[in-house]
């Protein structure tokens, strides 16, 4: 399975949004709504923030929101804070029991 | 609280093996199928290997089928990677994930992770 496609950095200023595209195929991110979003600080697990597109765990902020069409889906930080600067991958459901992932894209909040 | 700790890792020849544990706790660990997913040195994520909340199936990265083995032992709450005939691209820190419905559509928990060097 191929990584799906995400850019290699954003950046933003504090309270701006910025979006973070995720790029795949039909066999992936266009065919199932499996689709999830990780941050990740340096030395530190990952952690979910956006799973199935669109719907956040419990205890992440309403600030960062999750959408998906055809074969791109995208990550959005709205009212950007300095913690939010991390590693952000996406993930999907390639089947046959596969999991793909993004090669990660670098926000920097400036 | 759901917490996932991974162990075993370590320095390791090409061509020899290493297990890998995950130790659970917080949370009804057979119940819930679990993955293994690597990252090496600063590189992104990649899946390695899923295993159903019962053990009787599992699934492998192109990468890793037929050298690593996924296993568990819900008795000690415990997931466990067998890595063989390791390589140096297999060099990584090697993540423990929840699968909250077993299906890949939430993976939520992830342990802190181990670190495998594959080094003559």
């Known amino acids: ?110 | 609280q759901v917490q996932l700790v991974e162990s075993g890792g370590g320095v390791v020849q090409p061509g020899r093996s290493l297990r890998l544990s995950c130790t659970a706790s917080g949370f009804t660990f057979s119940s819930y199928g679990m993955h293994w997913v690597r990252q090496a040195p600063g590189k992104g994520l990649e899946w390695v290997a899923f295993i159903w909340y019962d053990g009787s199936k599992k699934y492998y990265a192109d990468s890793v089928k037929g050298r690593f083995t996924i296993s568990r032992d819900n008795s000690k709450n415990t997931l466990y990677l067998q890595m063989n005939s390791l390589r140096a691209e297999d060099t990584a820190v090697y993540y423990c994930a929840r699968d909250y419905y077993g299906d890949y559509s939430r993976v939520d928990y992830w342990g802190q992770g181990t670190l495998v060097t594959v080094s003559s």
């Open chain 1, 1 to 110: 399975q191929s990584a799906l496609t995400q850019p290699p950095s954003a950046s933003g200023s504090p309270g701006q949004s910025v979006t973070i595209s995720c790029t795949g195929t039909s066999s992936d991110v266009g065919g199932y709504n499996y689709v999830s979003w990780y941050q990740q600080h340096p030395g530190k697990a990952p952690k979910l923030m956006i799973y199935e597109v669109s719907k956040r765990p419990s205890g992440v902020p309403d600030r960062f929101s999750g959408s998906k069409s055809g074969n791109t889906a995208s990550l959005t930080v709205s009212g950007l804070q300095a913690e939010d600067e991390a590693d952000y991958y996406c993930t999907s459901y390639a089947g046959s029991y596969n999991l793909v992932f993004g090669g990660g894209t670098k926000l920097t909040v400036l």
